[in-house]
Structures are given as structure tokens and as C-alpha cells.
């Protein structure tokens, strides 16, 4: 007797397994891809304020430094904004949570490094701090805003990472 419906038990429990998981795939929404900048050249180190509506990322024309833009996500149809007009390569932009200020790298040819804050209001530039001469400067923000982390030097020891505050004036 127990031989017989065994086989039956197993393939019904493998039924509804399937059939479970064809229905949550169902359920389960898609992602949508849109693209967002169509630049000739490269847009790299996208960063978003916390509402959504703000994206500040990098465009470099081939050949060409690389600036910052801004592109409104609430309107994709708008062209975006250029925000920096150097012939310094503006790099990894961070955006403030509040949307006001975006932090960024600034390169030079010779491989000089500043560490740069942009209101984006009124589109002024100021130096917050000179940077190591080396290729990446990542830089992140606390969730207030108050500090402002970056990775420095490298060496034989790797590399150092540092906190900014903010608040305080240089």
C-alpha cells in the first residue's frame, strides 16, 4: 500500500512546488531599464538625492576633461545641466542628502588632486582640501551630512581613508 502512492506524493508535492513558483514569478514585478543620458562620450559615478528627482554624474567627451552634470529624473526629456567648466577632470560626485551641494574630486594633467564642494544654487566652487596624487579618490557622506569621507594616500601599506567634518571651518 505505501509503495503504491508514494511515487504519486512526491510528484504531486513537486506539481504545486512548480506551480508555486510559476505563480510568485508572475507576481514578482519586472525591473524596468530606461536610459537616461544619451551624451556621446562616457557617463560614469552616477549619485542621486534621497527624493529621487536629482541624478549628479560625470561626462567625458572622448578626448576631453571630464565635467559634472545634472539631469532632472522628474523630467528625462530636459537636456542636462552642466555644473563645472574646467579643464580639470571633475570626478565621483556625491551629492548632499538635503540636494543642495555635491562634493567631488577635481584632477588636473599633471595629477594634482583638490577635493571640491558646488552649491547648486548658485553653481560656486570651493576647495575644501588639497588630495593625494593617485588615480581614485572615492568620497561618501554620513546620513547628516556633517562628514565627509574620502580614501588618501597610498602606499607599500595600502591606502588611509579620512573624515572631513564639515561643520568646521578650514
Known amino acids: 500500500f505505501r509503495q503504491f502512492y508514494a511515487p504519486w506524493a512526491g510528484w504531486a508535492v513537486a506539481f504545486l512546488l512548480c506551480c508555486g513558483l510559476?505563480?510568485?514569478?508572475?507576481?514578482?514585478?519586472?525591473?524596468?531599464?530606461?536610459?537616461?543620458?544619451?551624451?556621446?562620450g562616457w557617463s560614469m559615478y552616477p549619485s542621486v538625492t534621497p527624493d529621487g528627482q536629482t541624478l549628479v554624474y560625470t561626462w567625458q567627451q572622448f578626448g576631453q576633461p571630464a565635467d559634472l552634470y545634472l539631469l532632472d529624473?522628474?523630467?528625462?526629456?530636459?537636456?542636462?545641466?552642466?555644473?563645472?567648466f574646467s579643464d580639470d577632470h571633475e570626478l565621483r560626485p556625491v551629492i548632499s542628502h538635503h540636494g543642495q551641494n555635491v562634493f567631488y574630486s577635481s584632477k588636473t594633467n599633471d595629477g594634482s588632486c583638490q577635493i571640491k564642494q558646488l552649491s547648486l544654487s548658485t553653481l560656486q566652487e570651493k576647495t575644501l582640501l588639497q588630495c593625494s596624487q593617485h588615480n581614485d579618490v572615492?568620497?561618501?557622506?554620513?546620513?547628516?551630512?556633517?562628514?565627509?569621507?574620502?580614501?588618501?594616500?597610498?602606499?607599500?601599506q595600502g591606502r588611509s581613508?579620512?573624515?572631513l567634518d564639515l561643520t568646521q571651518p578650514n
Open 73 to 84: 529624473l522628474y523630467q528625462p526629456e530636459a537636456p542636462p545641466r552642466q555644473l563645472t
Open 22 to 40: 510559476w505563480f510568485w514569478q508572475l507576481a514578482t514585478p519586472n525591473p524596468t531599464l530606461r536610459q537616461v543620458s544619451q551624451q556621446q
Open 161 to 163: 581613508m579620512y573624515q
Open 138 to 156: 572615492y568620497l561618501d557622506l554620513s546620513a547628516d551630512d556633517r562628514f565627509l569621507y574620502f580614501n588618501g594616500s597610498r602606499d607599500a
